[in-house]
């Protein structure tokens, strides 16, 4: 039976140091973030300078819920959460920012009197702040173009909030998913060089899934070379088009000891608009497998397999056209050990 990882959703102490001190990072960011969108008031360019904030807080979670040793049984519930938390915890401070600094420009560049600024700060709450500005609305497009208030600015901020809240979230949610070695308290790292089975055939998907074994897992990827179905170290474009789709093999090993491998499957296929953009659809196959040391031995004799190249594969195709009878030659397999995967 195939076993597959399962987090033990342990977090250190920690993550909740590097969250509080991404609170105040968030703090600190409102302030240039609410500059921006005030003096430059034009709802596309503050859309932008959300994504460039969340873009911030996804690179900060990540590193938190990565040095935090953050994981979870629901393959990174907990990373999202806190994601989703800081992310609209920056979204709120952006407000309370845009409070502090409306004062700064009376004192800096109306030159209004300190003692004046104060009795207007007594006198002027933060929830009537906020409703001034709901009330105040702005204006979209030229001078006369058509103003937006009351609900329509709640939607805009709204939208900022679930702009800079969505990347924090992706960023906690990814790092939390990657699979973690308890025996050494080490994240796993994708190998670089991963493996794919090129030119499927109608049943490969139904393979895949039916598999019990990891092993068999790999010997579907060996059978498609005895029966010269191209293997690709690195899919690219022109591989692409000839051996469209491809089903990819990821593996996540332990950086400190061989017993913890994690294996993906992934089918890619690749398109391309009238222009020539490549766009690459993926489907899960088999999702973090669990292999032993000796599956990933034989999955790097697979790997080390040398590849065909677009041409040859043609050119073999024809002649097992013109010789259907004759069977596929053997293919040297050197020996390989798990280093050189």
């Known amino acids: 039976m195939i076993q597959t990882y399962r987090s033990s959703g342990k977090v250190r102490a920690s993550f909740v140091a590097f969250l509080g001190a991404l609170a105040l990072g968030a703090v600190v960011l409102a302030v240039p973030y609410q500059a921006i969108v005030t003096y430059i008031p034009f709802i596309y360019i503050n859309m932008l300078v959300a994504a460039g904030m969340g873009y911030l807080l996804h690179i900060g979670i990540t590193k938190a819920v990565k040095a935090g040793d953050c994981r979870n049984q629901a393959l990174g519930a907990l990373g999202l959460c806190a994601g989703a938390a800081l992310g609209l915890f920056a979204a709120v401070a952006t407000h309370l920012a845009s409070y502090e600094l409306a004062f700064l420009h009376l004192s800096l560049f109306d030159e209004m009197a300190a003692e004046e600024v104060d009795q207007l700060r007594a006198a002027v709450s933060r929830a009537d702040f906020v409703a001034s500005a709901v009330d105040q609305g702005w204006v979209i497009g030229k001078s006369g173009g058509a103003p937006i208030s009351g609900v329509f600015v709640w939607l805009v901020w709204a939208i900022e909030a679930a702009i800079i809240a969505g990347f924090a979230s992706f960023g906690g ?37 039916r598999a019990n074994q990891a092993d068999q897992l790999i010997e579907i990827a060996h059978t498609m070379t005895e029966h010269n179905m191209v293997l690709a170290s690195h899919p690219d474009t022109e591989a692409a088009m000839v051996f469209n789709p491809l089903a990819i093999y990821l593996l996540s090993r332990c950086p400190r000891c061989p017993d913890s491998n994690v294996l993906t499957i992934k089918k890619s296929f690749y ?71």
């Not at 308890?182 to 895949?208: H, K, M, Y």
């Open 271 to 341: 398109s391309w608009d009238k222009n020539g953009a490549e766009t690459v659809s993926d489907t899960p196959l088999r999702e973090e497998v669990l292999l032993t040391a000796e599956d990933v031995e034989a999955l790097a004799r697979v790997r080390a397999i040398k590849p065909i190249e677009p041409a040859a594969h043609d050119e073999h195709d024809e002649a097992l056209k013109q010789a259907p009878e004759q069977a596929a030659p053997a293919i040297e397999e050197p020996p390989v050990t798990s280093e050189a995967w």
């Open 173 to 209: 949610w990814t790092a939390a998913s990657i699979p973690f070695c308890e025996r050494c308290n080490q994240w796993t790292e994708v190998e670089p060089d991963s493996l794919a089975v090129a030119n499927l055939g109608v049943d490969f998907d139904d393979q895949i899934k």
